[in-house]
């Protein structure tokens, strides 16, 4: 398989790294066992249209949160994510260049921004690794620096949704 084939090159994570490191084997395993039981279909998951008022929501507060970025910052990634309990819709951006002093600036931005409009916010780590959290209560942004890129990523609330309806939200997007 060449490298632009695959599940491991639509990957925003393993894409790069196959991309860098063309020598090395990576396989994903996307699919589910044939021994794995059938995933049972929760009794109170939520309608295809509360999922979409979700997705809606997530990406409004990102929509929000965009011009705080730099200036070429492509789309985010937008995925439902399992999580213990259910799913969870998430927006995620690698921000790469953004880091150290420019990081910094980044995430005061963004913590003024959302406090601001009533989000609670938490910092930790120092001026070459910030670490930003906020919560509005229903939507959770956790922005963190390292040496060379920040990773940005904006989560709704983990719900029980049904495997059709996951399906219908990916075709739709």
């Given at each position: ?76 990634t937008r995925l439902w994510r399992a999580a213990d309990g259910g799913h ?72 029980p949704v049904r495997a059709d309806d996951l399906a219908t939200l990916k075709?739709?997007?």
């Open positions: 398989m060449s490298v632009g084939e695959g599940p491991v090159a639509q990957d925003p994570f393993w894409g790069v790294v196959r991309r860098r490191r063309p020598d090395v084997d990576l396989v994903l395993l996307t699919g589910r066992s044939p021994l794995d039981p059938p995933p049972a279909e929760p009794d109170d998951a939520i309608t295809l249209d509360e999922a979409r008022k979700i997705e809606r929501g997530v990406d409004d507060a990102y929509a929000s949160i965009r011009h705080l970025l730099p200036p070429d910052t492509p789309s985010p969870a819709y998430l927006n995620e951006k690698a921000l790469r260049g953004l880091a150290g002093p420019r990081a910094v600036v980044t995430l005061r931005a963004l913590a003024r921004s959302l406090q601001e409009r009533g989000w609670e916010i938490g910092a930790t780590g120092d001026e070459h690794r910030p670490h930003l959290m906020a919560t509005n209560g229903w939507i959770d942004l956790d922005v963190r620096s390292g040496a060379a890129a920040t990773q940005l990523l904006m989560a709704g609330p983990v719900v075709a739709e997007r």
